[in-house]
């Protein structure tokens, strides 16, 4: 095969909208390794929210989560993790406040929030996917949820102070189209990597130099792969970083067509069995 190894985004991508993988998906993934073809989910969900997703799918690889800020085995060992500064989270929390609009962040596998809304409501289970369909079990979920937990800290500016261990921030806003707030971030200072998943509904602030493309260098140096021989599977603008990284950029046919024209390939929707179509074109 030309390519070794595939990274794959989750929602909008592997996942339906009904957060689920279809089982034409999973056949193609068997296929490409049995063929000895490595899959990576490459996603911007949690560390344990990742690693849920790949046992139930019983991958093997390598797992990167927070949208390039982790990066771990199978069995949840750490391989790399990035952090913000100390100086960074004061400077993004003052802005946020400055302009009015909500923020949470991601310490580990927990949620931090300044309070309950619309934007963390049942995050646990949202967090960690019922997969029902797909096979996940239902006892072992119950397992994975235990181990998620969601903190209300009314005062998060004065947390974060004390926090060296955050690796995502999320910001929200009624706006609904946040690309404006981009802009700010991107000259408040160079110390943010700042993507979307949800076509700038929202986004997704990393620290510098910490992006899905930066993550999936990092491991396909240390597995040995050379970007060639690799193949990127995403929908969004988190995902952009990778799809032009990898030897192939797939882009999905429910992605905005700024994130398509980034790609060098454009396969079916997530409804439409779009991962297991792009993964037998690759074969």
């Known amino acids: 095969m030309k390519y070794l190894l595939i990274a794959i985004d989750l929602d909008g991508t592997l996942l339906s909208n009904e957060k689920e993988v279809d089982d034409y998906s999973i056949k193609a993934i068997r296929e490409f ?14 560390p344990l ?9 019983e991958l093997k690889s390598p797992i990167i989560s ?37 923020f949470h962040v991601y310490d580990g596998n927990s949620l931090i929030i300044p309070e309950e809304n619309v934007w963390n409501e049942n995050w646990i289970e949202k967090n960690i996917l019922s997969l029902q369909k797909t096979g996940g079990s239902q006892l072992l979920r119950e397992e ?26 999320a910001v929200f806003s009624e706006q609904n189209n946040l690309r404006h707030l981009k802009r700010k971030v991107e000259k408040l200072s160079g110390e943010y990597e700042i993507a979307s998943s949800m076509n700038y509904m929202n986004l997704e602030i990393s620290p510098r130099g910490t992006t899905k493309g930066t993550a ?34 797939i882009a999905m046919g429910n992605a905005p067509d700024e994130v398509k024209s980034m790609a060098d390939q454009i396969t079916a929707s997530n409804e439409e069995n779009g991962v297991g179509k792009a993964i037998y074109s690759l074969i």
């Not at 390794?33 to 949690?46: D, H, N």
């Not at 181990?147 to 926090?163: D, G, S, T």
Request: aromatic share 6%; hydrophobic share 40%; proline share 2%.
């Open 49 to 57: 929210a990742t690693k849920w997703i790949a046992e139930t799918l």
């Open 33 to 46: 390794e049995k063929r000895g073809g490595q899959v990576v989910i490459c996603s911007g969900r949690t």
């Open 144 to 169: 994975f949820m235990k181990e998620c937990h969601v903190k209300v800290i009314p005062h998060i500016a004065e947390w974060l102070r004390e926090r060296k261990s955050i690796s995502k921030i």
């Open 216 to 249: 999936l260098e990092t491991l396909a140096s240390r597995l040995g792969i050379p970007m060639d021989q690799i193949a990127a599977i995403g929908d969004n603008f988190n995902d952009i970083s990778m799809l032009q990284c990898a030897g192939r950029g």
């Open 66 to 102: 927070l949208n390039g800020a982790v990066t771990h085995n199978r069995s949840g060992s750490l391989i790399e993790k990035k952090t913000f500064s100390e100086e960074s989270l004061d400077t993004f929390s003052l802005f946020c406040s400055n302009e009015n609009v909500y």
